[in-house]
């Protein structure tokens, strides 16, 4: 990635997504709330959406840990958190863990990951051992699609 690209991906993490929500159609509020209650039907998501990790490989040995995910999508588009449009969404990686639930908004922590800034890779650095990367596209609000868009479930290991 170069530095450009770098800088302008920075700028999108600054993004106010919250702001940007509020100002799109009221009508796709939720009514999400601080309990975590969530009421919203998730958006469909078109027929042939795909989501899929172009790099790493499932299986890969990855000396020293570091490495850049690259996530592909096919037959959506990819849009800034908070930003509705039909058939686009933004990409969440998820490391060593699964998605509780397709219901409620993407948990937002350390093994959870929200590039709401419209991002497809990532540099990751992660520690000795065998580690799990999924892909899932969540909409304005950070909820997965119906059905959801999600990549399989791949295993990479750290020597
Ligand atoms: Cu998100």
New binding site residues.
């Given amino acids: 990635m170069t530095r450009v690209a770098m800088v302008m991906a920075a700028a999108l993490l600054l993004l106010p997504g919250a702001a940007l929500a509020q100002d799109q159609n009221p009508q796709n509020q939720t009514a999400q709330n601080q309990t975590g209650q969530d009421t919203k039907l998730r958006a469909k998501a078109p027929d042939g959406a795909r989501a899929y990790i172009m790099w790493p490989n499932n299986g890969a040995v990855i000396s020293g840990g570091k490495l850049w995910v690259r996530m592909g999508l096919q037959n959506m588009g990819v849009a800034p958190?908070g930003i509705r449009k039909d058939d686009t969404g933004?990409h969440?990686l998820l490391v060593d863990t699964d998605l509780a639930t397709y219901d409620e908004p993407?948990p937002n922590n350390k093994q959870s990951l929200?590039f709401?800034g419209g991002q497809t890779e990532v540099r990751l650095e992660l520690p000795p051992g065998k580690h799990t990367l999924q892909m899932v596209l969540?909409d304005a609000d950070?909820v997965p699609f119906d059905p959801p868009v999600m990549s399989q479930k791949i295993t990479i290991t750290v020597p």
């Fill in positions: 958190a933004h969440h993407i929200h709401g969540g950070h």
